[in-house]
């Protein structure tokens, strides 16, 4: 077996055909990987390393070498301890299958690259919990300072059925029920004004793009900066993927005017859900899951197999998902001082975070600091229009 790590675009060219064989995600699909480092410019560059048994390989795994900041998660709040140079292994950035010693050997090789000083540490960002990679940084020498830096999610996706009735069927009682009564308040106050619209053709994207960004800035993701944005980068990606016939964009309207939108790709067999808005203006509608309901009908007539919700562990990802898998950060620190003081600083608040889940308010909180973000956006996308 060897280990051969590559750092500039053109090395990691001639990756390209294995890359495309084993790739399963777009997060970490060939174009996208490098649409993004284009996008970022010269702040990010490339980490890719190929492990080949008898000059075949079998596994890649993708990553960034950028600035990055250490922070302290508490949730919404995250204030910063310092700044750093972080190689970050992608969400799903392991293509192909990997045995537990080949783990071990990549996590040799990165706790080399860390005692070098080649960062200043290793992101495994948003692994599955029993990913052989996982168990391999976990177990790392403790010079480095393996740790998760939160909590596990839960990571859901729903497997679909054949027809739109054993979609429905699928659901229980108590779901249908809530998801037809929602439709029938809204048209008892919005008569005949529902519609939807897929946009998924490449002359599409960028009017879907300006559609979803009248949304988007109005939803608390955007008060908290992070979510869908009408940019230089979210632009090209979406045009990406439509010219290969896998991006898809679901708007609903009332009375013609945008309220919701949804985007993902179908990827093989399976919708990935990405990015999604709702106009908190209708929020006890639930606008949001009946957009969801509808989409899902329609990935039923495509023959899409399964709808993967993507990061996050949201109720509506609960309620509409019948399998889940846990997942979290796994990082490793160069032996540094400096770094045992920010690791120690992160291993506190992990713990302080975990209690504070726990209290029987705190969805009331993130319920309240959602509202604000919303009401922060919406006034900041009032101003941007008059």
């Not at 990935?272 to 009946?290: A, F, M, N, V």
């Amino acid at each position: 077996m060897t280990l051969d790590t590559y750092n500039d675009a053109q090395q990691i060219s001639a990756l390209k055909e294995d890359w495309c064989r084993l790739q399963s995600h777009p997060n970490v699909d060939w174009e996208h990987f490098f649409l993004y480092l284009e996008h970022q410019g010269p702040s990010a560059r490339p980490w890719v390393m190929a492990i080949r048994k008898d000059s075949t390989v079998e596994s890649i795994v993708a990553g960034r070498v950028e600035p990055d900041r250490a922070t302290v998660d508490l949730g919404y709040w995250t204030p910063t301890l310092g700044r750093m140079t972080s190689l970050k292994i992608l969400t799903e950035g392991v293509l192909g299958a990997m045995a537990p010693e080949t783990a071990a050997s990549v996590i040799g090789k990165l706790c080399d690259s860390l005692t070098e000083g080649c960062f200043d540490r290793v992101v495994l960002c948003n692994i599955r919990t029993d990913h052989p990679l996982a168990e391999a940084a976990r177990n790392a020498p403790r010079e480095f300072l393996p740790m998760q830096v939160a909590d596990p999610q839960s990571h859901w996706r729903k497997t679909l059925p054949k027809d739109v009735a054993a979609f429905w069927a699928g659901l229980s009682r108590k779901h249908r029920y809530w998801l037809k009564r929602l439709a029938k308040k809204l048209d008892e106050d919005f008569p005949n004004a529902l519609s939807y619209e897929l946009m998924k053709e490449p002359t599409q994207t960028d009017s879907f793009c300006e559609i979803a960004e009248q949304v988007a800035r109005k939803t608390f993701q955007r008060g908290l900066g992070v979510g869908f944005r009408n940019d230089s980068f979210f632009r090209p990606r979406c045009r990406v993927f439509a010219a290969r016939g896998i991006f898809r964009g679901y708007v609903l309207r009332l009375a013609g005017a945008p309220k919701a939108f949804w985007m993902g790709c179908v990827y093989g067999d399976t919708f990935h859900s990405e990015y999604t808005g709702y106009d908190p203006e209708l929020r006890q509608y639930e606008i949001g899951s009946l957009l969801l309901a509808h989409i899902m009908e329609e990935l039923v007539c495509e023959g899409v197999r399964f709808v993967d919700f993507g990061l996050g562990s949201a109720f509506y990802k609960q309620r509409f998902g019948d399998e889940s898998w846990k997942e979290c950060d796994v990082v490793l620190y160069a032996p540094t001082l400096r770094n045992r003081v920010i690791a120690m600083s992160s291993s506190a608040a992990k713990q302080v975070r975990s209690v504070a889940m726990r209290l029987p308010f705190v969805d009331r909180i993130k319920k309240v600091w959602r509202q604000h973000a919303a009401q922060q956006a919406g006034q900041r996308g009032d101003d941007a229009n008059e």
